[in-house]
C-alpha cells in the first residue's frame, strides 16, 4: 500500500488528463468542464490557468511544437502557450456529446473518446486525428471513453469504456490500428470505476478509480500488484512525470460534491515509485 501526498489546493472543479513532457515547464492537466489546461511550474510551483474553449478534454505536445488538445466536438491545434487555439472541423453535431480522454499511439496518431453529457449508453465513440490532419471514427458505441495508453513495445494498447469495469486490450500495429479487444483486467465494483490509466516501464497498468479514491497497480495479466490511497473518492486519470519520470501524478475531481464535502478533492497528488514510466507519446502533426 502506497500513500500519495497533496502538492496543490484543489484548484479543478474536474481534473484531468495529467500529462508530463520535457518541453513544458511542468505538468500540465486539465480542469475539463471549465474549459481550462492547468499547469504546475517545476521549479517555482506557481500554477497557471490557460483557457481554451467550454470543454478542455485531452492534450499532447506536437513532435514539431506546439499542443494538439481536444474540445468539446473534435480537435484544436495550439501553440505551446495557447495564445492561439484552433479548431479542426467539428466531429459532430450533437450538443449533447462532448470529448472526455484521449492519448497518442506509436506513431504519432492522437485519440479521444467521446460521451454523453447524461452519459447515455453507447453515445460515444473512439475518434483517432491522424498525422495528415484527417480523422476517424474507430471504436463506435462507447458510453464513458476514458483511459487509453500503450506497452512499452508499443504492440498492446489498453482501454477503459467506463461502465464495463473492465480494462480491455487490443492488439496494435501502425497498419491495422486497434484489434483483437479481449479484456485484460476486471475492475471490482466496490473498489470504484475505471478512469484514466498510464503503463509504466515494466509493462503493468495504472488505473485511476472513480469513488474509489485509489489507483490500482495490475500486471498486464489483471494481477493487483499495489494500491494507492488518496483522501478523494473521485480520481480521474494518473501519468508519471519528474525528470526521472518515477513520480506518478494523479488528478480528482469534486464535481457534483457540495462546497464542504471531501477538503482535498479537486487537487493534485503525487506518489513517488520504486518504478518509471514512459515518455509521453507526441502528436506527429502540423508544427
Not at 58 to 83: K, M, Q, S, Y
Not at 94 to 113: A, Q
Not at 177 to 192: D, F, N, Q
Not at 208 to 228: E, K, M, R
Amino acid at each position: 500500500m502506497t500513500l500519495a501526498e497533496q502538492i496543490t489546493a484543489p484548484v479543478a472543479d474536474h481534473g484531468e488528463g495529467p500529462v508530463w513532457h520535457h518541453g513544458w515547464p511542468g505538468l500540465r492537466w486539465v480542469d475539463m468542464l471549465a474549459g481550462d489546461v492547468l499547469e504546475l511550474h517545476s521549479r517555482t510551483g506557481e500554477i497557471r490557468r490557460l483557457g481554451v474553449g467550454t470543454v478542455a478534454a485531452a492534450l499532447r505536445p506536437r513532435a514539431d511544437g506546439g499542443v494538439v488538445i481536444a474540445i468539446e466536438r473534435g480537435f484544436a491545434l495550439a501553440d505551446n502557450d495557447f495564445h492561439t487555439v484552433t479548431p479542426l472541423p467539428e466531429l459532430w453535431s450533437d450538443p449533447g456529446i462532448r470529448m472526455n480522454e484521449g492519448s497518442c499511439d506509436p506513431d504519432g496518431r492522437f485519440y479521444c473518446g467521446s460521451m454523453g453529457y447524461d452519459a447515455a449508453s453507447g453515445a460515444g465513440a473512439l475518434y483517432r486525428l491522424d498525422p495528415d490532419g484527417t480523422t476517424r471514427a474507430v471504436l463506435d458505441g462507447v458510453t464513458i471513453s476514458n483511459g487509453l495508453a500503450w506497452s512499452p513495445d508499443g504492440t498492446t494498447a489498453y482501454y477503459v469504456d467506463t461502465p464495463t469495469q473492465c480494462i480491455d486490450a487490443f492488439d496494435y500495429d501502425s497498419e491495422s490500428g486497434l484489434s483483437h479487444r479481449r479484456t485484460a483486467v476486471r475492475i471490482p465494483e466496490e473498489s470504484g470505476s475505471p478512469d484514466g490509466l498510464t503503463v509504466d516501464a515494466d509493462g503493468n497498468i495504472w488505473v485511476a478509480l472513480w469513488n474509489g479514491g485509489a489507483v490500482h497497480q495490475y500486471s498486464p495479466t489483471g494481477t493487483l500488484l499495489d494500491i494507492i490511497h488518496l483522501p478523494a473518492a473521485q480520481v480521474t486519470a494518473c501519468t508519471f512525470g519528474g525528470p526521472n519520470l518515477n513520480e506518478l501524478y494523479i488528478t480528482t475531481s469534486r464535481n457534483g460534491l457540495g462546497d464542504n464535502a471531501e477538503p482535498a478533492a479537486g487537487a493534485l497528488f503525487r506518489a513517488t515509485l520504486g518504478v518509471t514510466g514512459l515518455p509521453t507519446s507526441t502528436y506527429r502533426g502540423p508544427g
